[in-house]
């Protein structure tokens, strides 16, 4: 008989020896190269950072480099220096992945380019993330490739930004990096890990570019589709905020309760909606729905809009968490940071201090 008694804390070590044997030597600082690093730590694989000997810039914010490099062997080298280089090329010989976040160029400046290490070691898979890509000489005609850049300017360029709009329509600052997480690292674990399997298959390593940027644009499959969607509809381009999942569906947007807290409303089906109906007791409003052709732009959509501002402004946040408790209808609370972290669902992340979101589900 199986075992149905899943526990998050298990699970999550259960997974810790999937990358065991993996070694990766690790040139990245700050954030994005930093984070993918010790994704794949939790996975088991064998990190050894090598930093600078004025160090990660991230150690300057304290809790942010311990976080993102426990667990890993690190070491300091001068990169201007021959023997800190040559000590560089020592750990590589036998490494599966070298990952690193230095601009275009500066690896062949100090002779890691991928020439030079495939020569050492003709296995060895390059990973780079980079801001704006890098131009090979092909098909790239762009001249952003060595340009500074930060989190909020990907975001910006990628047209990523722009989405992030307050019900009013104004500019949106986000405070968590995007680019640097989606766009940089779990992008960089995607293609780092599709190499390494290539390489065990032919015996043939690579040099792969990962473009924080381009990463980005790619990640708005949503906005590109809905956007479309909602113009042949209305005639019009929506703005974000008014676009199919941006606030236009009474069934999928946020409400604010009477303590000017925030309720996350994912009816976005019929029987979903159907229920929310049902807890609010506006069960006139069952049929208001995008399935059963009652579009946005329509009259009876704005007004089932309206009825359930108004509704969910009439009673605290904790009335409607109490009110939603037992029905399956995809509205929840939004959560500050402090109530998510106190909340069963993360309670075994920040005690056990894995940055995995898996299960490794045992019969």
Known sequence: MA?????NTSAISQMSD??????????????PGPFATRLLADLGADIIKIEPKGGDPARALGGLFDALNHGKTIEKVDFRDEKGIASVKEHLKNADVMLDSFRPGVLKGMGLDAQTLHAINPKLVIVSITGYGMVDGSDVTHDWADKAGHDINFMAM??????????????AMPNVQFADLAGGSDTAVIALLAAVFAAQRTGKGRHVAVSMTHSLYNHMVMPKATGTLV?????????????????????????????????????LELKFWQGLCEVLELSELKDAHWQRGVMPNLPASKEAAAKVTEKFASQPLEFWQQAFKLADVCVTPVLSLEEAKAHPLFAHQDEHDSTIGWQDIKS
């Open 18 to 31: 999937c990358l065991q044997g993996l070694r990766i030597i690790d040139l990245t600082r700050n954030l």
């Open 231 to 267: 113009k042949s509809f209305s005639g019009q381009n929506p703005p974000p905020q008014h676009d199919f999942l941006g606030g236009l569906l009474p069934c999928y947007r946020l409400y604010k309760t009477s303590d000017d807290r925030y309720m996350a409303v994912g009816s």
């Open 158 to 171: 990628s047209g990523v930004l722009d989405q992030l709009r307050t019900a009013t329509g104004e500019q």
């Open 3 to 7: 075992n149905n008694d899943i526990s």
